[in-house]
């Protein structure tokens, strides 16, 4: 018998430096399933294009949608605005297509208290957790694009947000890129399984 499916909203969180949007990024090339681009009133950082990294908008714009409610979801971090559009995810889940979404704990749990069913049913939530700290600051500095403050910053708030992994249906304890997107490829492949996403 054959089946089709509804799509998948996978949201996947972690401090900055854990490898979340490398991850959605890799697993969206050429496969089942697109990367949800999110808007930002953050600056572009060196080699980010707009409409491929983010969707850069002014502050007085990004703050106009959302009055009109054009936002999923949206929060301010780092002392910049991020949101997802509605328009981006609610089509590709209704053809079956699996949206993945790299979003902070604020935004998780935004989407996590959603009342409209189709993003209910579709929601999936995965957590990337750092090896460690150091391991961690070490990604950070390595990046290049940080002053010594920002990087504290970041820092300090993955320690406030690696305390809300329990909230996350799965998690990922972060190691080579190869042992990150096998794992993340199972949770993955485990959700399109199941009986209640399945049409006849």
């Known amino acids: 018998m054959a089946f089709r ?6 949201i996947v969180s972690g401090p900055s430096g854990s490898g979340k949007t490398t991850l959605c990024r890799a697993q969206a090339h050429g496969n089942e399933c697109v990367y949800s681009i999110s808007c930002t ?10 409409g491929r990294d983010y969707h850069f908008l002014y502050e007085e714009e990004f703050l106009d949608r959302v009055k009109r409610k054009q936002f999923l979801e949206y929060a301010k971090v780092h002392d910049n605005y991020y949101g ?10 209704q053809e079956g297509t699996d ?10 749990a935004t989407i996590r208290k959603c009342r409209d069913k189709a993003i209910k049913d579709a929601y999936v939530d995965v957590f990337v957790m750092p090896p460690s ?7 950070l500095n390595g990046r290049g694009t940080e002053d010594e403050a920002t990087l504290n910053k970041r820092l300090d708030n993955a320690r406030e947000e ?4 329990r909230d996350y249906q799965y998690l990922i304890t972060s190691g080579t890129p190869t042992q990150d997107r096998a794992a993340f490829e199972a949770i993955l492949e ?11």
């Open 5 to 10: 499916r509804t799509g998948i909203l996978c």
């Open 41 to 50: 009133t953050r600056p572009p950082r060196t080699g980010e294009v707009n």
């Open 84 to 93: 997802t559009l509605k328009s981006t995810v609610v089509g590709h889940l």
């Open 99 to 108: 949206v993945l979404m790299d979003l902070d704990v604020q935004g998780a």
């Open 133 to 139: 700290l150091k391991e961690l600051h070490d990604r």
């Open 162 to 165: 690696i305390k809300h992994w």
């Open 190 to 200: 485990a959700e399109r399984r199941r009986s209640s996403r399945l049409v006849s």
